[in-house]
């Protein structure tokens, strides 16, 4: 594990990742999910990835990472710009996990990449079901209420709970981010992988990204939201199919 520091938006990050076979040509920047860090990552791909440079990293507010102020999510791109470019590191392939996926595809927008590979990533607002929406609802009268604050640990989201200030108010801007416009404009071919029974991002999600990509293709696999734990050797061989035998 290494760190450095790195300042963007006007701020210093210092920031933890790991470089794996830093000798290997191709390069890949792998980014993980939201209450997620770089190792969770690391122990689904690093075997299956050795012939390439691969870089993990904490995003900022995870796991070894700093951050200092309520950021969305091209805040945490320029950040991951702006590390990379500390660090000295070009990179051919991005691979994003849930909300990593939304910061790969800004990523996509800045920089044409060889390929880039999603995990069930956030970025599409679908319709709340009405269980959802009677839930908020109901909380908006109960914390007008005495004891107001007694009644939000029975509604915040499992994402945010031991949050600090500032993680919360990062997860307020960029839990309803709609990227739908940015997944349409990725240039790059893009590998869709998502799992079936995902209730944190729907199969659906995948089904629209895929509808809107320019060069998609979209494989939807047995697990939940974080499916990729069983399906890495799977997701590895369609890389090597996909982007590696064009090179």
Not at 32 to 47: D, I, P, V
Not at 137 to 145: R, S
Not at 170 to 197: C, D, H, R
Request: glycine share 6%; net charge neutral; hydrophobic share 40%.
């Amino acid at each position: 594990m290494a760190k450095t520091r790195v300042y963007s938006n006007g701020y210093f990050y210092d920031l933890s990742y790991e470089l794996v076979n830093p000798k290997c040509e191709k390069s890949i920047l792998i980014l993980h999910g939201w209450g997620a860090n770089k190792e969770l990552m690391k122990q689904a791909f690093e075997k299956f990835l050795s012939d390439f440079k691969q870089i993990y990293l904490d995003l900022p507010g995870f796991g070894n990472s700093s951050i200092n102020i309520p950021i969305d999510s091209y805040g945490y791109a320029k950040v991951v710009e702006n590390f990379l470019t500390t660090i000295e590191q070009d990179i051919d392939y991005i691979m994003g996990h849930s909300f990593g996926g939304k910061i790969a595809t800004i990523m996509c927008q800045n920089s044409i990449f060889r390929g880039l590979i999603l995990l069930s990533s956030a970025g599409i607002v679908l319709p709340k079901s009405f269980k959802i929406r009677f839930k908020i609802a109901l909380f908006k009268i109960l914390k007008n209420l005495p004891y107001g604050d007694f009644w939000r640990q029975f509604f915040i989201s499992k994402d945010v709970q031991g949050m600090n200030e500032v993680m919360y108010e990062t997860f307020k801007k960029v839990v309803n981010e709609n990227f739908e416009n940015e997944f349409q404009k990725i240039k790059s071919p893009i590998l869709i992988f998502w799992g079936n029974e995902d209730k944190a991002t729907p199969l659906k999600s995948g089904a629209v990204i895929h509808s809107l990509a320019q060069k998609g293709k979209f494989f939807a696999l047995d697990g939940d939201h974080f499916f990729f734990l069983k399906h890495a050797d799977f997701i590895c061989e369609k890389i090597h199919e996909d982007f590696l035998k064009n090179d």
